[in-house]
């Protein structure tokens, strides 16, 4: 009933409208055997084809196998429905190396992201090999999915990081209500949306011709994990909240106008003739029009990892875009919020990651990676 589909031309859980929960999982790959690669990538699209469709992970399923044997299902998500899995995957610069010969096939676009100012990256937390987005409308599925590909990955490849997120801090889909990050703005108000049939060709998914022909119907994947300040925001005049932004806090809308998806006039001025939109405004600096007409599909969601011991909250964002190409989408939106957002003062990027994520899986004789591998 509520099973989002496996096969297609692209992968979904990208213009899949955002679910509520996320694992996110990055693997690296162990194994120096191409061979062994290429047949985890087979064992995992099965296994992913059956999960996001509400089935068990393998065959005999959790309690269905020989007593003497480890089942080929952890168990926990027996009885519960699909839940809107979705599992996305895509590849790290780092697979590209020696090991298994794909120097040659490597993207321009997995070129490496610029060291942004102000990056506070940890190298633990950043990159990988293979990367695998859950999402699910119930975070035990979303685990449970994520936790079956790394039991089924055993001695082929190792967590290297993973995040759980919730709250889905952007709408992909104009039938979804926009949703709030932790510093209680709408966010996702102006993002590229499943309905926006155009730009998404033009914008998100990669073309023939674009480069690799391997990526022709996939889309380029950056995460950054971004802690905020919330107890130094908390203490921000609500007036200065909503420069920051350059929208309000209640409604959403640009500031100047009245409701959240009046247009964004930059040049409208206030009696005193100031512009409603400050210079430093973070939807200014953002927007398409500052930037080449470069869009981002934006996934992310909210993030509280408990504390961090010196009594503040260890919370954020964890941000996700899909793109056609990320030197000229994210990198030049990036580079000029690193240097001019007034929100930085309240952030602070702490991972980074950068994944080619390849067209869909077309039917169940086609796999994760067959293009590529
Ligand atoms: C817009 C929050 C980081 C790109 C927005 C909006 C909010 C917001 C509240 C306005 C509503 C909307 O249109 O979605 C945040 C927060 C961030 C963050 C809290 C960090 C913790 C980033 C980063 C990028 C980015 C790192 C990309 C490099 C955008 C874009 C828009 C936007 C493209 C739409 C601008 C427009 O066309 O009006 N963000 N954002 N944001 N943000 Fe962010």
Not at 103 to 125: Q, T, V
Not at 269 to 289: C, E, N, T, W, Y
Request: glycine fraction near 12%; hydrophobic fraction near 40%; include cysteine.
């Amino acid at each position: 009933t509520d099973a989002v589909p496996f096969y297609g031309e692209h992968q979904a859980g990208i213009v899949t409208p955002a679910q509520d929960r996320l694992h996110f999982v990055a693997f690296d790959v162990i194994t120096d055997k191409k061979a062994e690669l290429d047949e985890l990538m087979q064992e995992w699209t099965a296994a992913a084809a059956r999960m996001t469709q509400g089935r068990e992970a393998g065959t005999f399923g959790a309690v269905g196998g020989l007593p003497e044997a480890p089942p080929d299902d952890t168990g926990e998500a027996l009885g519960l429905p699909a839940s809107g899995l979705t599992l996305t995957v895509g590849f790290g610069a780092s697979l590209f190396d020696d090991r298994f010969g794909l120097a040659a096939r490597r993207p321009a676009a997995m070129a490496p992201l610029p060291k942004f100012p102000g990056d506070a990256l940890l190298p633990e937390i950043s990159g990988g090999d293979i990367c695998v987005q859950a999402c699910a409308h119930d975070p035990q599925v979303a685990v449970h999915a994520v936790r079956n590909l790394a039991r089924i990955g055993f001695g082929r490849v190792s967590v290297r990081w993973s995040q759980l997120g919730f709250g889905r801090t952007s709408s992909t889909s104009r039938a979804q209500a926009t949703p709030r990050n932790l510093m209680g703005f709408k966010d996702g108000t102006n993002n590229l949306k499943l309905e926006d049939e155009a730009l998404l060709a033009e914008q998100l998914w990669v073309a023939p011709g674009d480069g690799q022909d391997w990526m022709t119907g996939g889309s380029y994947l950056v995460t950054r994990k971004i802690r905020m300040m919330v107890e130094t925001w908390d203490r921000a005049p609500l007036d200065e909240q909503q420069q920051i932004f350059g929208r309000d806090k209640g409604e959403g809308a640009p500031l100047g106008r009245k409701a959240e998806f009046d247009p964004v006039d930059f040049n409208a001025r206030d009696a005193a003739g100031q512009p409603f939109i400050k210079a430093d405004a973070h939807v200014r600096l953002a927007h398409p029009s500052s930037n080449g007409n470069a869009h981002l599909l934006r996934r992310g969601y909210n993030y509280v990892d408990g504390s961090d011991g010196l009594g503040r909250l260890d919370a954020g964002l964890f941000f996700m875009a899909y793109q056609r190409d990320p030197h000229r989408q994210f990198v030049p939106i990036q580079l000029s919020l690193a240097r001019h957002d007034a929100l930085n003062e309240y952030i602070k990027h702490v991972s980074s990651g950068l994944f080619a994520c390849p067209g869909g899986v077309r039917d169940a004789g086609d796999y994760w990676g067959r293009t590529l591998l």
